[in-house]
């Protein structure tokens, strides 16, 4: 099978759906900014997205900074993604994050169309601040997929919103490798606690999630500032950086201040941004995953802290109603800090006890049942034979 796949390849969400589609044999035709394998893979072909403003024809004919990128990509990208689509006569073309890539898609008439949400992607649509013309081409470039895959039922229910009426819309799921987030790895977190000064003993809470500010690492400062009084153990807070940009490293500032001004600063820790594949390292180093996010689609985190049997508190949103989380998590409500508080202190003082809806084992299990990366696989496959079928050339 052949995809034209327009995907973020920044992304290890991208990286992972690229070897599923190679791994199972695929033709991959990638077309992004960054090329993930500058030296080739076998079945795999890269297309720089749009008309780069480095490129010696463009400077030729507009100047050197006549237009940056993006303009030249609006005037210039929809016939590449035709003539890409003519030329490889590919048997689906996916687009991953609803953005202006998916527009564009359906004004170059590629078919047929698969849309993948992200989640941020439409719940930004959503917000006060969004851009209204934005939305509606959104809401018609959805109105003209194919099929369109969320993982969450809020999700689909918004896509449809945006859409003005039903639509082809599936449930996926994106699988974890549960033989590599599994519980154990202590000898790497003796080396990361010493590393991060951070002693032995110490218990940690991690807020793993993305560095941006609807993840509202900021209240979940607050709240272990609240917490620590009642703490039993020596306990630290923890964040993992993401790549670094701008708005990143403000809002890191802004943490480090908010540490200091509470006085807490000695028991919060940054981590780096590390590999994928030294995840579950930083699962291992956890006593409990915090999750607090404003807005948030179904987190593939959910997925890798059961699998490392790692206990989690989450507030409670539309996306994770009815799932898995339910059952095995300690479930808050999102509106007032308190209960994060007093979860704080009952889950670091009560650590060693399995009780009620905490059973990290059969978590797992239901993880390694219902979740792994060939589960996710196969029902992919599926979906796509099912459309390449009915829309192929």
């Given at each position: 099978?052949?995809?034209?796949?327009?995907?973020?390849?920044?992304?290890?969400?991208?990286?992972?759906?690229?070897?599923?589609?190679?791994?199972?044999?695929?033709?991959?035709?990638?077309?992004?900014?960054?090329?993930?394998?500058?030296?080739?893979?076998?079945?795999?072909?890269?297309?720089?997205?749009?008309?780069?403003?480095?490129?010696?024809?463009?400077?030729?004919?507009?100047?050197?900074?006549?237009?940056?990128?993006?303009?030249?990509?609006?005037?210039?990208?929809?016939?590449?993604?035709?003539?890409?689509?003519?030329?490889?006569?590919?048997?689906?073309?996916?687009?991953?994050?609803?953005?202006?890539?998916?527009?564009?898609?359906?004004?170059a008439g590629v078919k047929p169309l698969i849309f993948t949400a992200w989640g941020s992607d439409i719940n930004y649509l959503f917000?006060?601040?969004?851009?209204?013309?934005?939305?509606?081409?959104?809401?018609?470039?959805?109105?003209?997929?194919?099929?369109?895959?969320?993982?969450?039922?809020?999700?689909?229910?918004?896509?449809?919103?945006?859409?003005?009426?039903?639509?082809?819309?599936?449930?996926?799921?994106?699988?974890?490798?549960?033989?590599?987030f599994k519980p154990g790895y202590e000898r790497d977190v003796i080396e990361l606690k010493r590393k991060a000064n951070i002693p032995?003993?110490?218990?940690?809470?991690?807020?793993?999630?993305?560095?941006?500010?609807?993840?509202?690492?900021?209240?979940?400062?607050?709240?272990?500032?609240?917490?620590?009084?009642?703490?039993?153990?020596?306990?630290?807070?923890?964040?993992?950086?993401?790549?670094?940009?701008?708005?990143?490293?403000?809002?890191?500032?802004?943490?480090?201040?908010?540490?200091?001004?509470?006085?807490?600063?000695?028991?919060?820790?940054?981590?780096?941004?590390?590999?994928?594949?030294?995840?579950?390292?930083?699962?291992?180093?956890?006593?409990?995953?915090?999750?607090?996010?404003?807005?948030?689609?179904?987190?593939?985190?959910?997925?890798?802290?059961?699998?490392?049997?790692?206990?989690?508190?989450?507030?409670?949103?539309?996306?994770?109603?009815?799932?898995?989380?339910?059952?095995?998590?300690?479930?808050?409500?999102?509106?007032?800090?308190?209960?994060?508080?007093?979860?704080?202190?009952?889950?670091?003082?009560?650590?060693?006890?399995?009780?009620?809806?905490?059973?990290?084992?059969?978590?797992?299990?239901?993880?390694?049942?219902?979740?792994?990366?060939?589960?996710?696989?196969?029902?992919?496959?599926?979906?796509?034979?099912?459309?390449?079928?009915?829309?192929?050339?």
């Amino acid at each position: 099978m052949k995809i034209l796949l327009f995907a973020p390849s920044e992304s290890v969400h991208s990286l992972r759906f690229i070897n599923w589609l190679l791994d199972r044999g695929c033709q991959v035709i990638h077309v992004d900014w960054h090329n993930p394998y500058p030296l080739g893979r076998r079945g795999y072909k890269y297309y720089l997205y749009g008309f780069p403003s480095k490129n010696r024809l463009f400077i030729k004919l507009f100047g050197k900074n006549n237009f940056p990128r993006m303009m030249a990509s609006k005037f210039l990208v929809i016939p590449q993604i035709w003539f890409l689509w003519f030329l490889h006569k590919p048997d689906l073309v996916h687009v991953h994050y609803i953005d202006y890539r998916a527009i564009r898609c359906v004004m170059a008439g590629v078919k047929p169309l698969i849309f993948t949400a992200w989640g941020s992607d439409i719940n930004y649509l959503f917000l006060a601040s969004a851009d209204p013309v934005y939305r509606m081409k959104i809401g018609l470039a959805l109105r003209k997929a194919d099929l369109v895959l969320a993982d969450s039922v809020e999700i689909q229910s918004k896509c449809e919103e945006l859409a003005g009426r039903s639509i082809n819309s599936k449930l996926l799921y994106f699988g974890i490798d549960t033989n590599l987030f599994k519980p154990g790895y202590e000898r790497d977190v003796i080396e990361l606690k010493r590393k991060a000064n951070i002693p032995q003993e110490a218990k940690i809470l991690f807020s793993i999630r993305g560095w941006n500010r609807y993840y509202r690492h900021h209240l979940i400062l607050e709240a272990f500032a609240r917490a620590l009084p009642g703490m039993k153990s020596k306990t630290y807070l923890v964040f993992k950086s993401f790549s670094i940009t701008p708005d990143s490293e403000e809002y890191q500032s802004e943490l480090l201040s908010l540490a200091n001004k509470l006085n807490i600063a000695d028991k919060v820790r940054f981590l780096d941004e590390v590999d994928y594949s030294q995840m579950p390292i930083m699962y291992a180093l956890s006593d409990v995953i915090i999750n607090y996010p404003l807005v948030d689609a179904f987190p593939v985190t959910f997925l890798e802290a059961a699998a490392c049997e790692r206990r989690v508190i989450s507030c409670m949103l539309p996306s994770y109603k009815n799932t898995f989380a339910e059952q095995y998590f300690r479930i808050i409500s999102d509106r007032s800090i308190d209960e994060l508080i007093v979860a704080m202190v009952e889950l670091i003082n009560d650590h060693h006890q399995m009780k009620n809806n905490y059973d990290l084992v059969a978590a797992r299990t239901f993880v390694e049942k219902n979740f792994t990366e060939n589960v996710s696989i196969n029902v992919l496959f599926n979906l796509y034979s099912d459309l390449s079928q009915r829309g192929s050339f």
